[in-house]
């Protein structure tokens, strides 16, 4: 219990401390700027040329994870936090890939039974 | 209480690789060292805001997968007649276009931020707000449209009825997210400028010390914006 009570006491002196933190200079920003405006460029033109298929799909989330990447790393300076910051938001956001698996299964099983009783005559 | 404050005035070096994350989560004090409170909160928010719209995409992709009618074409849907062409998506392509700029002036923002340089700080904050207010117009005159072509909740003219759901939901939850923020960052500029945080002047409502730290932090959540913009962009207007 002693140790509950002296966690209190410092965050007053390591936050002003960290009034310095993510100082980065101004050309990575510009670059990765640059990149995203080309990468919103292709995904469009992905469109535009209409591409189908595998190839739409891949370069689509190709892309898409490449731009969310690059804001997640830069912008928002995931890049230079310590691992335990990154691990605890990065993370947890892979379950909803479960989450896709499962309602995948469950859409087609719904998509098949709906053929099933009102696909008839269509 | 306060005998015990001079412990922590540094931070300790970070551990490489996973000793170092070991090391931060089991040191019976704060787990995430070198990030303010503030910060370490607006994350969390920001993960739960994850897995919201990671839901809502969910929804969309199980409406999609299990309908048998036709889902309409969105290449076609938010085509603009300009010059008496039709141009395939080109009003979501300006409005990616408008909210990557924003992004890159907040970041830009954050950083002459930590440089506690008051006055371009809020010029890039206020330029940040503009753009997303832009974004927002678009976005209503895009709701206005389709309306008026008869695209409803519950049925449109082109083929499945879960696509007016969908869309209307998703876009709304993300346009309402861009709002927020567009206030928001009106608020912190009108601060930034004020030299709030030079001062350290309390907040009206935490009443705690205002740092330059909270334009990193509104940073993120606009930058959050975005990235959900890109999950949309991929998910909703290309596939």
Redesign the interface.
Known sequence: MA?A???????????S????????P?GI??W??GL??VL?FF??L???F?LHGML??SL??L??IL??GL??A????MAW?????I???LV??VL?LV??AL??L???Y??LI??EF??IG? | ??H??V?????PH?HH??S??VH??ST??????????GK?MM??F??SD??IF??FL?SY???R????DQWPNP?KVFALHIGGQEI??ILI?IM??VL?SS??T???A??YG??KDRVKTAILMILTAILGATFVGMQAFEWTKLIMEGVRPWGNPWGAPQFGSTFFMITGFHGTHVTIGVIFLFIMARKVLRGDFDVERKGFFTSRKG???IV?TT??YW??V??VW??I??FF???
Request: proline letters at 3%.
């Open positions: 140790h009570e002296t966690q209190q006491a410092p965050v007053h002196h390591a936050q401390h960290h009034a310095q933190g993510q100082q980065h101004i920003y510009l990765i700027w995203l405006f919103s995904s469009y992905v469109d535009y209409h739409r799909w689509i989330l892309f898409m731009k969310a804001i997640v830069v912008f928002m300076h936090e310590r691992l335990a910051l691990y605890a938001i947890p956001p909803l989450f896709v309602m995948t469950e859409s087609d719904t998509f709906r053929e009102f696909g269509r | 209480m306060s015990s404050a412990a922590d005035t540094n931070v970070a690789g996973w170092g994350l931060d989560w019976d004090q704060k787990a995430f060292k070198n990030v303010p409170w370490a994350w969390i920001l993960l994850t897995f990671g839901c969910l992709m199980t409406v997968m299990s309908t048998l290449s395939p998506l392509a990616t276009f990557i992004s890159g907040m970041a830009l954050v950083k930590y440089q740092r330059y730290e990193e940073g993120l930058h959050f975005d990235l890109v999950f962009f991929a207007y290309l596939w």
